[in-house]
């Protein structure tokens, strides 16, 4: 940890991010769910045993909990806070108490309500972006390369000052930030640059540095550059409709690069101790605090977009998981089997707790007084 942050901030800086993320998600759920006229039995904050609660006039006991590491909201016919599905307990409940159950809801309506969730921080995340565009504008700046720095892999390709860069890989390129968002993300890979000079178009070929930088937190990351220098961006005024669409493409591209970073990590191109859980978000969120507000929210709607990414993947136990077995269920026109259903489910709850336990060690071991 960073000593010359407050400690207190590392403490007051994760329940301040993921307890507000964690409740609307939840409550994403639950409005659409009582939309629909399914009952909620329970909307809890944490996991574990009620530290404090109160139930309201329709029946909902709403809990604060001892383990703030997540949430949840246990509808009618629920069995568990995941929404397990019993085959057997959901055909055995009588006809006069299925109303109001959720797995006696039409399959829409179900598939509608699970995905409110990952819904709800999609949204957020939309949010702060369109907030950030219509109060600060949009950063804009040419892509014309204005200098080098030292041991600039594009300077050595043969780049100039003045080349306007128009291409990268064939993708055309608009604005000089861009080009950090597509070099980025593949450090040591060979790419194609193509630019004007002189109104005439020409190509060179590189291979990006491998660039591992440490931040004023210790933080280390592995990114590729080109080693060039634009002109500092002016910011263009954004009308609000215009600053959600911006905030869209903004949340679609960060997407793209969370699913990129897992390709990476998968196919062995970065390391496993890239991938970050619990200790290492309170860490960043504490880091984050102690830069002022405007970081933290920022940070908070990546973390927002990340738990949707998350919550969204087909495993059983998450919300993409059920999605996927909706989707199975609207194709047979009837649900998947006990048996399957049961080993889906538990296959998913083990991958789910496994990858937790990784993810807190790798945070564990990479954290500075463990000598990383």
């Known amino acids: 940890m960073d000593g010359s942050i407050p400690w207190w901030m590392y403490i007051l800086g994760f329940p301040l991010l993921l ?34 609660g109160f139930t309201d006039k329709r029946g909902t006991r709403w809990k604060l909990s001892a383990l703030p590491l997540g949430g949840y909201v246990q509808f009618k016919g629920d069995m568990n806070p995941a929404s397990i599905p019993d085959k057997d307990e959901i055909a055995a409940v009588p006809p006069e108490e299925r109303e109001g159950n959720f797995h006696h809801a039409a399959l829409w309506k179900r598939a509608l309500i699970v995905f409110a969730g990952p819904a709800t921080n999609i949204l957020i995340a939309v949010a702060i972006f369109a907030a950030f565009f219509m109060a600060f504008g949009r950063p804009v700046a040419p892509p014309i390369v204005g200098g080098f720095s030292e041991d600039s892999v594009a300077q050595t390709a043969g780049l100039e000052a003045g080349d306007r860069i128009v291409a990268i890989d064939g993708a055309p390129i608009e604005d000089f930030t861009e080009i950090r968002n597509r070099v980025a993300l593949y450090p040591g890979k060979p790419m194609t640059i193509a630019v004007e000079r002189d109104g005439q178009a020409r190509s060179f070929d590189l291979v990006t540095q491998d660039f591992t930088f440490t931040d004023e937190h210790g933080n280390s990351g592995r990114i590729g550059l080109l080693g060039i220098m634009g002109a500092a961006p002016t910011f263009e005024t954004v009308a609000p409709l215009r600053s959600i669409a911006l905030a869209g493409e903004e949340n679609l591209r960060i997407v793209g690069m969370m699913i990129e970073g897992v390709r990476q990590v998968v196919v062995g191109d970065r390391s496993v101790q890239e991938l970050g859980g619990p200790v290492k978000i309170a860490k960043y969120s504490g880091e984050r605090l102690s830069q002022g507000p405007l970081p933290f929210i920022e940070f908070l709607a990546l973390i927002s977009l990340n738990l949707a990414f998350i919550n969204l993947l087909p495993i059983p136990a998450l919300d993409g998981g059920h999605l996927a077995f909706y989707a199975a269920e609207a194709v047979r026109r009837k649900p998947l089997g006990a048996r399957s259903t049961e080993i889906a489910y538990r296959a998913g709850v083990a991958l789910v707790l496994a990858l937790m336990v990784f993810v807190t060690i790798n945070d564990l071991v990479t954290l500075p007084f463990f000598g990383s």
């Open 19 to 52: 307890g507000p993320l964690v409740t609307l998600h939840e409550l994403g759920h639950y409005l659409v769910g009582r939309w629909f006229g399914v009952h909620a039995e329970a909307f809890s904050v944490g996991f574990g045993k009620e530290l404090a």
